[in-house]
């Protein structure tokens, strides 16, 4: 009797080991920048970092970790254990064709520049707590990827739900979610200090 529970426990660890590697896999995403431009890689998760590299668009790249903080660890190769990107200029789908500049300076493709300018108008702020308020009917206030109507979903939440803003942006607040962990961009308009 020993024996068999013995080796059924042995069965079990050894088929937990086998599951447990494909959970923690890392995953491939691809390079897209709305300008069509390279997307560079820094030492560290800042744009103060030294540029080690350049990714060019469309490339794939091998992500270690969504560090949470609109960082993305990436595996390197070369002298450099990690390199790090900012998070929205990664996708899970191969992009489209690079986009092409338009007179006027504008490029075809995705909304990157209005993204652009949302972010170069951030500023970090001391993290203080807001409610959710949408009086529309959905009473559903969206946090997003990217301070844009078009970047995709990270949560819904319900009026009066407790967020962390952590950066204020031109129409923007990039918040956290303290329970979840989850951080994102919710418009400014849908959210009330408390």
Same mark, same amino acid.
């Given at each position: ?15 937990? /080991? ?6 923690? /896999? ?87 520049? !209005? ?35 078009? /970047?995709?979903?990270? !949560? ?11 950066? !204020? ?9 303290? !329970? ?15």
């Amino acid at each position: 009797m020993k024996k068999r529970l013995l080796a059924m426990a042995v069965a079990i660890v050894l088929l937990t /080991a086998l599951f447990i590697p494909a959970a923690m /896999a890392d995953y491939y995403m691809y390079v897209c920048t709305g300008d069509g431009k390279t997307l560079n890689a820094r030492e560290y998760p800042n744009t103060d970092a030294k540029v080690v590299g350049n990714l060019k668009y469309g490339e794939q790249v091998y992500v270690n970790a969504d560090l949470g903080n609109g960082w993305t660890r990436l595996n390197a190769a070369g002298g450099y254990t990690y390199l790090y990107v900012q998070s929205r200029f990664l996708v899970y789908d191969q992009p489209g064709p690079k986009p092409t500049p338009q007179p006027g300076g504008k490029t075809s493709g995705t909304p990157q520049n !209005e993204i652009d300018a949302e972010f170069k108008a951030a500023r970090l702020v001391n993290p203080y707590a807001v409610e959710t308020r949408n009086a529309r009917g959905t009473g559903v206030v969206n946090m997003r990827w990217a301070p844009s109507k078009k /970047a995709p979903l990270i !949560e819904a939440y319900k009026n009066g739900a407790s967020l962390k803003v952590i950066a !204020e942006l031109k129409d923007w607040k990039q918040v956290m979610d303290e !329970e979840t962990g989850a951080v994102g961009f919710v418009r400014q308009d849908f959210l009330v200090r408390k």
